[in-house]
């Protein structure tokens, strides 16, 4: 090696010229720069050469250590120099001083610090919810199978068939694709599909009894607790006024609180439920009570529910020259459902024609006995006009309230139900209360659904303050919501606004929740009759896109209510937004993008909405009575339907024989049944076969061309493009004719439209 480096031009030098010559310390340097290196080499002492000549090395290198260097001596430091340092370099505390956390103190150099709940830990969070995800998932995938599986009318979504089978959703998809029928996870199945996939899984299907109507005006809550017991106070009793339409139930409410209210009612119907507070002189002392007014039309079911579930006692108003009707009926039944005492008001005595002994037999078909029959029901003639027996109703209405002994703690936070709700463009959101317990003050913070906020201003019924708050019994508008909570809803005070919005924020994510499920199964129902409609094609259902405005959200409730009551085996409605409020620009573009129509009741939209709805082509109709909304509904769904061509029979022939030759061929026939009329549609039947459809071109009578040939008459026929006639050939003809479709697959196709020419 030492050669090789020699022989290249290398120098030889002494790394170390102090050293002893005897011990000699070099280095053999070559290179530059950066690149340089150095192999350290013992040298044989004393031999030096000139320049020509090579210097002898050892052929085995050693590695050698440097001489050491004794280092200058230095001044000592000033000791007030060394202090200073100390202070200004401390040890890095233990503890986290302020603005650091205690993960960070006590680091070493250059040790990289925990952030806590960032990086890495939020990925393993992550991670573990992910897995807990899945478990869940695994776990309702291993849920027991259901033995008897009951469906009702509306069917059963993917995801939940799928629970009840204990399987996943790709199993129920599956069996129905080796079915024939596709489905996606978001449809839902109607009760044939259903009975069809779990008979795979050898489940059993039952029809689920629908609810009575009844059921809806049970009382669900008791506010009264055990800890009220020592608190319990009189209170004024909840009356509720219901009947049918047109019986005059508003009108017997404007007379004892000498008011006109039917007067500004649309249609002259009550379309929302009114509360009123009245003082009443019975025996001549005054005394309070709650009127509670429902509407009587057919669509608001669940309006007088809910009246009859807050109630204390129910007067159900019969017009006495018109007797029972389907709403009294109702009436009885959700009075009965809610276990409170009835009255019953035989109103317009005043009129011709009235006759309370028919009304009083067919109350008692209904199972309601007068007192003076033996039974325990107060049956009242009135005049809501004249004021005729309205003292008797009164005292009859009072006495039920005395003897119930009506009581409630009224030293406790408030609670009740929500009567009604609705948007004011000037106050916002208006919610009308019934305190049922409690006492509701300003200021307190109200939780109503996924409603909440602090009440701005409590009102009388009349609209006026009130400053010492309202006890139970009593009927009030609360102002300071953040939304307009649905009516039904039950409301209560809470501690403070941090558990007020926790729990409206979970009621809020529900409601999200079962509206995209609305909006995505809606009109996508898996049906075995539209299957087979379509020819095995899985053709979807048509759908009619809604957003529905209304003036109070009980009017909403009402509205869908009666929509989903139509017919929907063809055209199905789906409600992309169903709200209390005016109707905005926001609506009309969410029905242009969704190819829908505007719908308000009650809430006429600003000339604004209006000229931008026009501009974008979206219908907007605006309606202020029910049913003309509904019948406006059902034509627009009509509307959808295309017309289908029916074939009418007209009648049938026999061929006898056959006469001519080549394509001039025609038919020698009689007319056994109906009649035979030129250009019908006819079908040539050979031995139970179609073989040929077509128009009857040629009738002839004899000789002469006819069109028409009646039962039992010989005849001559001729169809074009074909000639294949054969005796004892049968001729099927038939009249084409348009039809409408009705929106039921029950109910025959309706208004038949001439063919046009």
């Not at 055990?226 to 219901?242: K, S």
């Not at 017009?319 to 009255?343: N, R």
């Not at 709200?579 to 009309?588: E, K, L, Q, R, Y």
Request: hydrophobic share 40%; aromatic share 4%; charged share 25%.
């Amino acid at each position: 090696m030492a050669a090789s480096l020699f022989n290249k031009g290398l120098k030889l030098t002494n790394s170390y010229p102090n050293a002893p010559n005897t011990a000699g310390l070099s280095q053999v340097a070559f290179g530059r720069g950066s690149a340089a290196r150095a192999v350290k080499l013992r040298v044989v002492a004393g031999e030096e050469e000139d320049d020509s000549s090579s210097a002898t090395l050892t052929t085995k290198p050693v590695l050698i250590q440097k001489p050491k260097i004794t280092p200058k001596p230095q001044a000592a430091k000033p000791a007030a120099r060394t202090e200073r340092r100390k202070a200004i370099i401390k040890p890095r505390p233990k503890e986290a001083p302020a603005g650091r956390t205690a993960k960070t103190a006590g680091l070493r150099p250059f040790q990289r610090p925990n952030f806590g709940d960032g990086g890495a830990k939020s990925r393993q969070k992550g991670r573990a919810e992910k897995k807990a995800r899945i478990a869940a998932r695994n776990e309702s995938e291993k849920s027991e199978k259901v033995e008897i599986l009951e469906v009702g009318e509306s069917g059963m979504s993917v995801a939940e068939l799928a629970v009840a089978l204990a399987i996943n959703e790709a199993e129920v998809i599956k069996t129905l694709f080796m079915k024939g029928i596709m489905a996606s996870i978001t449809q839902t199945l109607d009760p044939d599909a259903v009975k069809l996939v779990a008979e795979e899984f050898e489940v059993e299907v039952l029809d689920e009894v629908e609810a009575a109507v009844e059921d809806a005006a049970k009382k669900v809550i008791e506010y009264i607790d055990e800890a009220d017991l020592d608190y319990l106070t009189e209170r004024p009793p909840v009356c509720t006024i219901m009947g049918h339409v047109d019986h005059g139930k508003t009108s017997l409410l404007d007379y004892i609180r000498k008011s006109k209210v039917r007067a500004t009612e649309a249609g002259g119907i009550t379309q929302a439920i009114g509360a009123y507070q009245v003082e009443v002189e019975v025996g001549g002392e005054l005394k309070t009570a709650t009127f509670l007014d429902t509407p009587g039309h057919e669509a608001f079911s669940a309006m007088r529910a809910r009246g009859a579930r807050v109630t204390d006692m129910t007067i159900i108003v019969v017009a006495a020259d018109d007797g029972v009707k389907p709403q009294t009926i109702e009436a009885v039944s959700h009075a009965k459902a809610a276990g409170v005492p009835i009255l019953v008001a035989i109103n317009k005595m005043d009129k011709e024609g009235a006759n309370p002994e028919r009304v009083k037999q067919e109350l008692a078909e209904q199972g309601l006995l007068p007192e003076e029959w033996g039974g325990d029901v107060p049956m009242i003639p009135v005049s809501a006009q004249r004021g005729d027996g309205i003292d008797e109703l009164l005292e009859n209405m009072m006495l039920q309230a005395e003897v119930a002994e009506l009581q409630a703690n009224a030293n406790r936070e408030a609670r009740g139900t929500v009567l009604e709700a609705y948007l004011d463009k000037n106050r916002g959101a208006t919610a009308n209360l019934l305190v049922q317990a409690g006492t509701l003050n300003p200021g307190d913070m109200i939780l109503a659904g996924a409603a909440y906020g602090r009440a701005r201003a409590v009102m009388d019924h009349k609209g006026l303050p009130l400053e010492s708050g309202a006890g139970p019994s009593v009927p009030v508008q609360v102002l300071g919501l953040n939304g307009v909570p649905v009516a039904g809803d039950q409301w209560e005070v809470c501690i403070d606004e941090s558990e007020a919005r926790s729990r409206a924020e979970a009621v809020a994510e529900e409601l999200r929740l079962a509206r995209i499920q609305e909006q995505s199964g809606g009109g996508s129902m898996v049906t075995l009759t539209g299957l087979a409609a379509s020819g095995g094609e899985g053709e979807e259902t048509i759908r009619l896109n809604i957003i529905l405005k209304a003036d109070t959200s009980g009017s909403v409730e009402a509205i869908k209510g009666a929509l989903n009551a139509l017919p929907q085996d063809k055209v199905m409605l789906r409600f992309l937004l169903a709200a209390a409020g005016d109707i905005t620009a926001s609506d009309v573009d969410l029905a242009s993008a969704s190819g829908g129509i505007v719908f308000g009741f009650n809430t006429p939209a600003p000339e604004a909405v209006e000229a931008y709805a026009k501009q974008q082509s979206v219908e907007m109709l605006s309606y202020s009575i029910i049913y003309d909304l509904i019948d406006e509904v059902r034509a627009a769904m009509q509307g959808l339907l295309q017309p289908v061509v029916e074939k009418v029979p007209l009648g049938e022939a026999d061929v006898l024989a056959v006469f001519g030759s080549g394509r001039s061929r025609v038919a020698g026939c009689v007319v056994t049944d109906g009649k035979l009329t030129k250009g019908c549609t006819v079908q040539v039947m050979r031995e139970e076969e179609m073989i040929h459809e077509g128009l009857l071109s040629s009738l002839r009578r004899l000789k002469d061309n006819v069109k028409e040939v009646s039962q039992g008459t010989e005849c001559g026929a001729g169809c074009s493009g074909f000639a294949d006639w054969k005796e004892d050939d049968k001729i099927l003809a038939f009249e084409l004719v348009t039809k409408n479709q009705s929106l039921s697959k029950d109910e025959p196709n309706t208004e038949i439209v001439p063919e046009e020419e």
